[in-house]
């Protein structure tokens, strides 16, 4: 069976090497892939209504017969117009299409089709521009829409996965559990897939859709208590004295009230002989580095090694040079290892480190290999959370007996879903940012002031100050891409002739991305053209301006991210929202930049006002992409798919018993994706 599921699309009927080319892009490999390829939408074709009472402006199906044969108008050079006309015998109603010749010659005269589309044009004249047509014997139905991908269409797709449903239908079989079905009033497998494709109507849908949100909850479920069991195997690395007076004595500064109790909250899971696994997570500048250095500190002077681990070697160095100067001066030894460490130079931290000689490394994802050997790992902090899949999370806790582990987080999100998410964490919140702190400053203003903004910036930079122009892309493509490098360009001979300008984008390979940010950090860069890609932090305190254009296609959370580039320095800093956007919703949002800095405060509205989609769309969790479930609205199900996990586990820890076979076999996919592509 796992062979079978696992064939590649290339076998399947209508798929050759090109399409198969095509398909790999919307990450669908094998036939079992394109199974669990869900819709993203329907277009209702079953509720046919006639010409005379279709709604004005929305999409409907409209079925007729053609009582007069399309005929071509050249308008102009290029634009030619196919205009036919239909009947559903008590109305006429004029269909076009514009430059398709193949849709209009498919029409035969007296033959009855299905035409969906919005109907406009004026009472009596009703007509539909461009409709979809299907021919009215097999096309009343709920039709599925696949995201598409260039030269990969939704119909093209659907035929696909007709093809593919013929083929396995009477083989798939059901990971979850008859009884589970039963208690949960589950529909089989089988249903639910053709359903979720080809519905037979609205309510088998919400039937096979409803199966599918939980059968892919209960997977995440399960892994998550499945690790959490895991890293809660017990560790005999206590750190049985508490240190943290001695290292604020230390401090230029005193710790807020909130560092204080997530630093006691840490110990004192760091005490006992169950590991620690805690998320820290806290508003950019709330101080996690100064927790981590109070655990490293303790952890330390306990005996116990420490490693920390960053996404991107620039941000490593970073953390490096910061932990360095608060525990260096403690008699901790401290050490950095990335890519770019010289071999000789590994070669000697590598064995100090297994004597254990060296008390903190900080590194990227090089620490991950199997010749990095500790005398005795104790505790395990990555930074950045979301960069890292849930995987290497564990696979760094494996390099020791159960180390603690913490993860810091800059993402704020509202604590209820932050436990769902994080099912395997406990959680500390810094919601206390240190005394002081300059707000920064936030305006939303038209692109009718581009000049006065870049003279604002022109300003700053001629004051040795640096600024961040970020523009949006809609899809990191081709063309988009093009637009950033021209809008760079542009700047560079308008504007900010004679200033030092760089482009970051997402196209880029990570070293060039670091070596762009190398030199922006050491004020090389004075303006940094980029598209979202600085929203993973590095510290540049010299920079005092953010641009972000088109800020209404930003998600709030995001904008707040973004805005935390700047105001990490002693300077005033400011960030302005560019926007032409004319609704009330993206204005009030953009307003309610411009009113709070509180990331937590600004997730709420996020989620109240955008919703989870956007929330969670970037992946921003570090845990396995969800096909079909929504962590919001699909919160119902996610608590009782919370509550079957724990059951099936209680009686069957290790999913060893033969009824459990089909989810051990799901949760093991799941996760192993996760674990292939959580650094990216
Ligand atoms: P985060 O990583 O949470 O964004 P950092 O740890 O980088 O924040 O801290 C931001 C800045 O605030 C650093 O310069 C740090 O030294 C300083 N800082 C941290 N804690 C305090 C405190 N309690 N009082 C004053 N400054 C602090
Ligand atoms: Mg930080």
């Known amino acids: 069976m796992q062979n079978q599921t696992h064939t590649d699309i290339r076998y399947l009927k209508g798929v050759g090497e090109k399409r198969a080319g095509l398909f790999h892009r919307l990450g669908v490999d094998s036939i079992d892939a394109l199974l669990h390829f869900y819709p993203r939408a329907y277009e209702d074709w079953s509720k046919v209504v006639s010409i005379a009472s279709a709604p004005f402006g929305e999409p409907c199906c409209i079925k007729a017969i053609v009582s007069r044969m399309p005929s071509k108008h050249l308008i102009r050079k290029g634009l030619t117009l196919y205009k036919a006309e239909v009947t559903d015998s008590v109305s006429l109603m004029q269909i076009t299409f514009f430059n398709n010749p193949y849709a209009a010659e498919k029409l035969k005269e ?223 030894h401290c050490a950095l290892l990335t890519g770019a460490t010289r071999t000789a130079e590994k070669k000697e931290m590598k064995a100090l480190l297994t004597s254990g000689e060296i008390d903190l490394v900080v590194g990227t994802h090089a620490l991950l290999q199997k010749d990095v050997v500790f005398r005795r790992l104790g505790l395990v902090i990555t930074d950045e959370q979301h960069r890292f899949g849930v995987g290497q999370r564990a696979a760094l806790a494996d390099k020791g007996g159960n180390p603690h582990l913490l993860v810091m987080s800059a993402t704020p999100i509202p604590r209820t879903l932050a436990l769902m998410i994080y099912g395997d964490l406990d959680i500390s919140i810094l919601d206390e940012l240190p005394p002081g702190r300059q707000k920064i400053k936030t305006y939303a203003v038209g692109s009718r002031l581009h000049q006065r903004v870049y003279a604002y910036i022109r300003k700053h930079l001629d004051q040795g100050l640096q600024a961040y122009i970020v523009c949006p892309l809609v899809e990191e493509g081709e063309t988009e891409l093009t637009a950033a490098q021209e809008y760079a360009q542009k700047l560079q001979n308008g504007p900010f002739r004679g200033y030092r300008l760089g482009l970051l984008h997402g196209r880029m390979k990570p070293k060039e991305k670091e070596d762009t940010m190398r030199r922006f950090a050491a004020n090389d860069i004075q303006l940094l053209v980029s598209t979202t890609v600085v929203e993973v932090g590095v510290d540049v305190p010299n920079a005092v301006v953010i641009v972000i254009e088109n800020a209404e296609r930003f998600g709030l959370s995001q904008l707040h991210q973004l805005r935390g580039r700047v105001g990490r320095g002693r300077h005033p800093s400011s960030c302005i929202l560019i926007s032409d956007a004319e609704n009330g919703q993206a204005k009030q949002r953009l307003q309610t930049m411009c009113e709070t800095t509180d990331g937590f405060q600004i997730a709420d509205a996020d989620l109240k006002m955008r919703g989870p989609g956007d929330f969670f769309g970037a992946r921003q969790h570090g845990l396995p992409a969800l096909k079909i479930a929504n962590m919001v609205t699909d919160m119902e199900a996610l608590k009782q798919a919370q509550e079957a996990a724990r059951g099936i586990l209680q009686a069957d820890p290790g999913l060893a018993k033969a009824e459990n076979a089909g989810l051990r076999q799901a949760v093991e996919r799941l996760f192993q994706t996760v674990g292939e592509t959580g650094l990216n």
């Open 110 to 332: 007296g033959e009855e089709y299905l035409f969906f589309g919005r109907v406009g044009g004026q009472l009596g004249r009703r007509e539909m521009a461009s409709p979809l047509v299907e021919p009215a014997q097999t096309g009343e139905r709920i039709r599925p829409i696949y995201a598409q991908t260039q030269g990969l269409s939704s119909r093209v797709i659907e035929s696909c996965v007709a093809h593919a449903l013929a083929l396995r239908k009477d083989e798939l079989n059901d990971p979850l559990p008859d009884a589970l079905r039963q208690e949960y009033s589950l529909c089989h497998l089988r249903f639910a897939m053709e359903n979720i494709h080809f519905p037979a109507d609205e309510e088998a849908l919400l039937r096979a859709r409803r199966r599918l949100v939980f059968e892919e909850l209960l997977t995440l479920q399960l892994g998550l208590l499945r690790l959490k069991a895991r890293t809660r195997t017990q560790t005999a690395l206590q750190a049985v004295q508490d240190y943290s007076e001695a290292f604020f004595a230390l401090l230029p500064f005193s710790p807020t009230g909130a560092q204080r109790r997530a630093i006691s909250e840490c110990l004192q899971d760091m005490r006992s002989a169950t590991p620690m696994s805690r998320l820290l997570q806290g508003d950019v500048g709330s101080g996690k580095t100064a927790v981590a250095a109070a655990l490293i500190h303790t952890a330390a002077k306990n005996g116990l090694q420490c490693a920390m681990m960053a996404p991107t070697g620039i941000l490593a160095e970073q953390h490096y040079h910061t932990l360095e100067g608060f525990l260096g001066p403690a008699g901790i």
